[in-house]
């Protein structure tokens, strides 16, 4: 597509609930990333996939979370057994190539908005 | 470790006044800056970007300079326009794929 993809836009689950947030990436682009934004903050890093491998998993709060890009382009992201706290925008973004391109810029989504009550 | 500290806002401005967001960094190695956008029910967007010391970034009448030696990459405009309004966010580019954000400036220009 023309842009990055992410649905749902938002999600209201309860705590407790499995949650999967989706990601279609730019065609072409082999990097793509998940960040965490909470109100009033800026995103933070969760995961980094370089083609279908995660390159780089050390933002992953903790076991509850998990991502997956098993053809090397959409990914989704799981959250099981949800915590208010999870509650946040989560964004994906992808880039041509990751970090071998020290300048690549990353294209961002709008967000897929996770409220837990 | 890699970090960004970013001037915090809300700045609030009339149209046509000059614009400073500062904003400092700590890296190991020599990391790439950039300066993103998010203006409202738009996603994040890269406004400028910087590779090395001394490089200017700019694009639609914004610039930051990377200053290596005050780890600096402050964001200014000479003339701010009310579709400025937006947050946002410095980031840095270490060596690994992912990118390091401050915590956002939030701009209100009014007419």
């Known amino acids: 597509g023309a842009g990055v993809s992410q649905t749902p836009s938002n999600k209201v689950t309860e705590k407790g609930k499995y949650v999967e947030l989706r990601c279609d990436p730019i065609s072409g682009h082999t990097a793509l990333y998940w960040y965490r934004q909470s109100l009033g903050q800026g995103p933070e890093f969760l995961i980094y996939?370089?083609?279908?491998?995660?390159?780089?998993d050390s933002g992953l709060p903790n076991d509850r979370f998990f991502a997956v890009r098993p053809e090397g382009s959409v990914s989704t992201l799981k959250i099981q057994r949800t915590e208010r706290g999870d509650s946040a925008v989560y964004l994906c973004?992808?880039?041509?190539?990751?970090?071998?391109?020290?300048?690549?810029?990353?294209?961002f989504g709008e967000g897929s908005r996770l409220t837990v009550l | 470790g890699n970090s960004v500290t970013q001037m915090e806002g809300p700045v609030t401005l009339s149209e046509e006044a000059f614009l400073t967001i500062n904003c400092t960094y700590t890296a190991t190695g020599y990391p790439s800056l950039f300066w993103y956008v998010q203006y409202p029910g738009e996603g994040l967007q890269l406004l400028l970007k910087?590779?090395?010391?001394?490089d200017k970034g700019s694009n639609k009448g914004f610039e930051a300079t990377y200053r290596k030696e005050t780890t600096s990459f402050h964001l200014e405009k000479g003339s701010v326009q009310v579709s400025d309004s937006a947050v946002y966010f410095c980031a840095l580019k270490a060596g690994r794929g992912n990118l390091f954000f401050g915590t956002g400036t939030r701009l209100t220009v009014i007419p």
């Open positions: 910087a590779t090395k010391a001394d």
């Open positions: 996939f370089q083609g279908t491998g995660a390159a780089d």
């Open positions: 973004a992808s880039s041509l190539t990751g970090d071998r391109a020290n300048t690549g810029e990353l294209f």
